[in-house]
């Protein structure tokens, strides 16, 4: 139930939920911006365009941020700042994020820089976004300026954040922008966001000669079968697949899997889209792994559905999403990465949930988010003690935020922010975190918390 002094604790946040200010200083609009004008796609056709305020309040934050204890804290750059038209830099916007990582360091903060967590130029995304090969060269272009002006400020470098949900809500469900529903393109995207990733890994270290560690960030959830039926077990099978091998097999073992392959075949013309080359690339040695976890999945066989599998009903306890609260499947996914996968230092660079807050005099008594929090943490620090070498835990996150197709509507915050006011108002979760951060330490029990 301890922690080293070498573990590093932290909070995660992104550009396009927490900044605002989504035309000043020379930002043009990105996918986010255009897909939240669609009418149906975002709650209450809610958007970024204030959100948390925080290119103007970055100050206040970094305070919370400190007072929190936190190590290090994980934010992403907003590309569209950076490169507002195709291949003209913004010095401007890039000033933006050399006065943040400078006032993290100057509070002893570790900044944790995600280069792409789904804000797409709209330039780019008229020219077809992720699915155009392009994309890689573009994404180099950004990167490059990037390492530039903010390597020396930076602790670490995440490339992208949940290739998943990008290529795979954004261009296969539709649920995410730019909305389309094509798994062909989506397969595309996904390679192409793995691509680019590779290329600028590559760019760090052999162009740059830098030390600077830099990873990717996967979305994990390990899928369970409902019963052990052969059926059930094929549908868990797909599901993972889709879920996670899609992006795990390629980054570490530089193929992409052949059931899938064959799976996906009948809906994509061809895997043209792959050269030569691209698997070596995707699978460049990286310095860690980022793994976001929320919940586990449970599925059944149906062989309507087109990968033949559905969800299935779960009677564990949900959180304000409704996703299961798996904090025991949490283990039994490092288990698996440490058995199949890979030996590099493992950041959980995402884990967290959103609950139905209320302020009460001034307090938010977010007991289940407290649990739910302590639950995980536990199980890294059982993890560690198997030698399992998690390094790192950033909570998400910071600040209640624009929760993408949800809006406002769910908080994921452990400090509370009042959209009218932009009061931000600390959960007892942020003063539970920072007792147990102090601590090092989850023994203390939260009930001692003032
Ligand atoms: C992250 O994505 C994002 O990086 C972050 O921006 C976002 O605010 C945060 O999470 C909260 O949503 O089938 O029951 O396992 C989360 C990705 C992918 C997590 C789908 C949950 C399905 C639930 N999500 N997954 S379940």
Same mark, same amino acid.
């Given at each position: 139930m301890t922690f080293t002094k070498e573990f590093t604790f932290g909070t995660a946040t992104s550009s396009y939920q927490i900044e605002g200010a989504h035309a000043e200083d020379g930002r043009t609009p990105s996918i986010w911006d255009m897909f939240c004008d669609?009418?149906?796609?975002v709650y209450k056709q809610h958007n970024g365009d204030v959100a948390c305020d925080h290119y103007h309040r970055f100050e206040e934050d970094i305070q919370h941020i400190k007072n929190l204890g936190v190590d290090t804290y994980r934010f992403s750059i907003a590309w569209p700042r950076i490169f507002p038209q195709k291949g003209v830099f913004n010095a401007e916007g890039m000033a933006f994020y050399k006065k943040l990582t400078s006032r993290l360091l100057e509070e002893g903060i570790k900044p944790a820089v995600t280069l792409y967590h789904w804000d797409l130029p709209m330039w780019a995304h008229e020219e *077809?976004?992720?699915?155009?090969?392009e994309s890689v060269e573009w994404f180099a272009d950004y990167a490059k300026v990037c390492f530039q002006e903010l390597d020396e400020y930076v602790d670490s470098w995440i490339t992208h954040n949940e290739p998943w949900c990008a290529g795979f809500l954004g261009y296969h469900q539709g649920v995410h922008a730019p909305g389309h529903q094509n798994l062909e393109e989506a397969l595309k995207a996904v390679h192409h966001i793995l691509l680019s990733h590779g290329k600028v890994v590559q760019m760090l270290k052999e162009t740059f000669h830098s030390e600077t560690p830099i990873g990717i960030t996967l979305n994990l959830s390990p899928v369970y079968a409902k019963t052990d039926s052969t059926n059930d077990q094929l549908a868990a099978n797909n599901a993972d697949g889709y879920s996670n091998r899609w992006f795990l097999d390629p980054v570490f073992k530089g193929q992409y899997p052949t059931d899938m392959m064959n799976l996906f075949s009948k809906y994509v013309h061809?895997?043209?889209?792959?050269?030569? *080359?691209d698997m070596e690339l995707i699978s460049i040695d990286c310095d860690f792994f980022g793994i976001n976890f929320y919940s586990r999945g449970l599925v059944e066989f149906n062989a309507a559905a087109d990968f033949m599998y559905q969800g299935a009903y779960s009677d564990y306890e949900k959180t304000g999403m409704g996703w299961d609260i798996a904090p025991k499947e949490f283990k039994d996914l490092i288990h698996r990465l440490r058995k199949e996968y890979t030996d590099l230092p493992i950041y959980i660079t995402e884990n967290g949930a959103a609950f139905d807050d209320q302020v009460e005099n001034g307090r938010v008594h977010d007991v289940k988010r407290v649990e739910y929090v302590e639950q995980h943490l536990q199980a890294v620090s059982e993890l560690n003690d198997e030698g399992m070498n998690i390094q790192g835990y950033y909570l998400w996150s910071l600040l209640d935020n624009?929760?993408?197709?949800?809006g406002y509507d769910k908080r994921f915050g452990i400090i509370y922010v009042d959209?009218?006011?932009q009061e931000r108002i600390w959960k007892d979760s942020a003063h539970r975190y920072a007792e147990i951060i102090k601590n090092r330490s989850l023994k203390v029990p939260s009930s001692t918390v003032e």
């Open positions: 669609i009418p149906g796609k *077809g976004g992720w699915t155009n090969r061809s895997y043209d889209f792959i050269h030569q *080359g624009f929760e993408w197709s949800f959209f009218d006011s």
